[in-house]
């Protein structure tokens, strides 16, 4: 463990190497490894009084409690504001790889798990949600099924999401997010060290108006035969088709009484036509001048100018977590911003890789604890209500009223107890773990 635990540092001290000719840049780096001193590095926004705070934690289920430690949430229904910032740099001929994982252990229900780049013109001390920003990434979840991946960029003051719709992860385990733009203007998203998705940064936003367009003055011939299969014309109705689906009944005899002059012309019931073949239609063909469906003409959009500038962002300078979350406990650890791809691949395989098995494992046995916890209660609060019952029609009611109060009193001081013996007996399944992990 002590040996594996320091590979990430001599990593970390490394930060400008040349590999095949490019010269690795390492942009911004924070893994929370020095205690309070991410206090020093990170401004919390004054722009509201009412920011929610984020506290340095590894929370409920990790790999390793010290290493794991992120910044986490811990208010509920609140916007949380707080920013770091670095050296500008631009990506205008270089590869931006914006990384870092995210942990929802709370099992997040509606809240922001992204991170934003700022120009270093930001005033960290007044960041809020309206700051002007280059990029938004990361997982954006409110309400069931919506749980989307953002990929918000820039473009001459305007904001453009990604037409592609992308599905972030919800469940409780930490994983890792990566996006990479590159200078020849394609993008690559990936999850968990996995390609996602990838493109043309062109494609894929609505940065441009489309290369293309319909032909304004192109319009379907008339006589442009769309339908694939018509009536046959030759096919003719035999003579004998019965298609009356009722006949006048032949017995019916016009009443004796019947008065032409003040009844109407006497018409006899109808009855159901026993030889009816139902109504005649013509068999269906092919249609033989069949032309295909009519394809709008494309021409060039006048309108299109290539932009060059696509992507490019001059003067990155801050990170920024600027969220919205109703349950809070989401846990941000391992930002990276490098144009080193292959390297930051390497860094999330040293970081989230290390720890994604071991967290897992914690976090199921975690699930496991905490539904036999509720399933005990469920049968202590039964045998309780039972008990009560039975006591009823034994006690006067000063008793009864006692009896309560003790009840109360008991449930207030039991969560307490019952979460500090659970926690005693997680930190045996995680010792437990640890010597596995070790073999
Ligand atoms: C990118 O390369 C072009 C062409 O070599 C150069 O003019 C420009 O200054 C470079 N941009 C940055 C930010 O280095
Ligand atoms: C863009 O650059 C990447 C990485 O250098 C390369 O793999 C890809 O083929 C390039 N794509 C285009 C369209 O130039
Ligand atoms: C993105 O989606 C919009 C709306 O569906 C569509 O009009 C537009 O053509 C799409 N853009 C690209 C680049 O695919
Ligand atoms: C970047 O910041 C420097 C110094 O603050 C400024 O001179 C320069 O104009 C900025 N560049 C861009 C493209 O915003
Ligand atoms: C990261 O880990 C995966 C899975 O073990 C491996 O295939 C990949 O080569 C590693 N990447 C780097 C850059 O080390």
Known sequence: MASLSLLPLLLLTTCTVRTQGKRRQVYFREEFEDGDGWTKRWVQSKHQSDYGQFQLASGKFYQDKERDKGLQTTEDAKFYALSTRFKPFSNENETLVVQFSVKHEQGIDCGGGYVKLFPAALNQEDMHSESQY?????????????????????????YHENNKTLKCRINKDTHLYTLILRPNATYEVKIDNQKV??????????????????????????????????????????????????????????????????????????????????EWKPRIIDNPNYQGEWIHPEIDNPKYRPDPTIGHYHNISVLGLDLWQVKSGSIFDNFLLTNDEEFAEEVGNMTWGLRKDV????????????????????????????????DVWGLDEEDEEDAEEDDEEEAEGSPKQEGSAERASLDQKEAHIDQKDEL
């Open 197 to 278: 998705t990838s493109g043309g940064l062109e494609d894929d936003w609505d940065f441009l108006p489309p290369k293309k367009i319909k032909d304004p003055y192109a319009r379907k011939p008339r006589k442009w035969d769309e339908r694939q299969q018509i009536e046959d014309p030759d096919d003719k109705k035999p003579e004998d088709w019965e298609d009356s689906e009722f006949i006048p009944d032949p017995d019916a005899k016009k009443p004796d009484d019947w008065n032409e002059a003040m009844d109407g012309v006497w018409e006899g019931p109808l009855i159901p036509n026993v030889k009816y073949m139902g």
């Open 359 to 390: 967290e897992q494992q914690w976090r199921e046995l975690y699930e496991e604890m905490e539904k036999q916890k509720e399933a005990e209660e469920t049968k202590k609060k039964r045998e309780k209500e039972r008990a009560r019952q039975e």
């Open 134 to 158: 280059y990029i938004m990434f990361g997982p954006d979840i409110c309400g069931f099924g919506n749980n989307r991946l953002q990929v918000i960029l820039s473009h001459k003051g305007k």
